[in-house]
């Protein structure tokens, strides 16, 4: 699975595609192997997991964002995501995660995406705020979000 955004890819996370990616060309996380994982027991998590957000101008994957799972039975998803040091403040997590929420809404099968990010992440509040996600509430040190379709 692939779509475009105005100046990104985003490519679900498959073994194939993790396969073509050099350690150097991008570090993988736990999530990602924690996806794969579950994705190798059900098939339906494609989609549902980790997308890889690649640059178009340069063919560099410049970071990751996904979902924790399938939407529950109330039609929830939680988004995350993460862009590298290099490509930050260039828009692209704004792109991507809008992006991702149109696609999850657009599925039929999503009525509501949450989100969280530590209190003190400006870079996610603003991303987060931007998009028109709502805050709230708080937990700890943690900001929760949302938005209904």
Known sequence: MIFNTKRLKL????????????PEEYEIGAHVKGHLSELQNDASQLGW???????????????DIGFKGKPTADHIVEI???????AQNKGYATEAVGALIEWAFG????????????????????????????????????????MNK
């Open 80 to 86: 995350g995501y993460g862009i590298i040091p290099s």
């Open 49 to 63: 997991g980790v997308w890889f957000v690649v640059d178009k101008t340069t063919d560099a994957i410049v970071g």
């Open 11 to 22: 490519i679900a996370c498959t073994p194939e595609f993790l396969s073509t990616i050099s």
């Open 107 to 146: 599925s039929g099968q999503v009525k509501r995406v949450i989100a969280e990010c530590l209190q003190d992440n400006s870079a996610s509040i603003k991303v987060l705020g931007k998009l028109g996600l709502r805050q709230i509430g708080r937990e700890d040190n943690m900001l929760k979000w949302e």
